[in-house]
């Protein structure tokens, strides 16, 4: 168990609907980072919040939006679903503390978003 | 392009044999590179970390080399066991800016 909790598990909805991930990062970890993963691909970086702030951004599309909550949880919104974004969602936190953290990342068991 | 690249993309081995992983990656300054795990429908788990003055490093049956120079690091499995079936994901760390760049991974397939 990494400590990071992400629900829901599995998700099943319709193309043009809109969804909301959720994440629990580690406790102490100040970091939390979404990657979307679809069928037999890699880990594609979405995007990284720390303490609350946008830190970084990858390839993620103007559909999908996250925050970070003054309790550290985070949470990715996916709207105008297309078949294309189905795929499993990570969620990693880190301690992200710079000067001694070696950038270990925890990641939940994901979230299988499935769009038909 | 991408600054980790992984090789091969897949193999399958026999059970009880050995395999090594390639990773070739061009982020600078370096500051570790770390492999990690990633069971199918799982998140990834971390197996070991490189740092810049490590050449190598052991868990288990796993190993890891790392030439800084070459800036190419090696996951050897020894003895290779049916629970070693997945990916192998090879993800460095910028000294820069702590930016973690990914590798494709290489997916690994163990039959008995």
């Known amino acids: 168990d990494s400590g990071v909790t992400q629900t829901p598990k599995h998700l099943i909805t319709a193309t043009g609907q809109r969804v909301t991930l959720r994440c629990s990062p580690r406790s102490g970890d100040l970091s939390v980072y979404w990657y979307q993963q679809s069928l037999d691909q890699g880990l594609q970086f979405l995007i990284q919040y720390y303490n609350g702030e946008e830190r970084a951004k990858g390839n993620i599309l103007e559909r999908f939006s996250a925050q970070q909550f003054p309790d550290l949880h985070s949470e990715l919104n996916l709207s105008s679903l297309e078949l294309g974004d189905s795929a499993l969602y990570f969620c990693a936190s880190s301690v992200e503390a710079r000067s001694f953290d070696t950038g270990e990342l925890f990641f939940g068991e994901g979230s299988r978003l499935t769009v038909l | 392009k991408n600054q980790v690249e992984q090789s091969p993309q897949s193999l399958i081995i026999l059970e009880g044999k050995n395999c090594t992983l390639q990773c070739n990656y061009t982020v600078s300054p370096f500051s570790n590179l770390r492999w990690y795990k990633q069971d199918t429908g799982r998140g990834p788990v971390s197996l070991t970390i490189m740092t810049f003055s490590e050449n190598t490093k052991s868990n288990g049956r796993y190993t890891a080399t790392l030439d800084a120079d070459t800036k190419q690091s090696s996951l050897h499995i020894t003895a290779s066991q049916l629970s070693d079936s997945a990916s192998y994901i090879c993800?460095?760390?910028?000294?820069?800016?702590?930016?973690?760049?990914f590798g494709a991974g290489t997916t690994v397939t163990v039959r008995a």
């Open positions: 993800v460095v760390r910028s000294q820069h800016d702590y930016k973690l760049s």
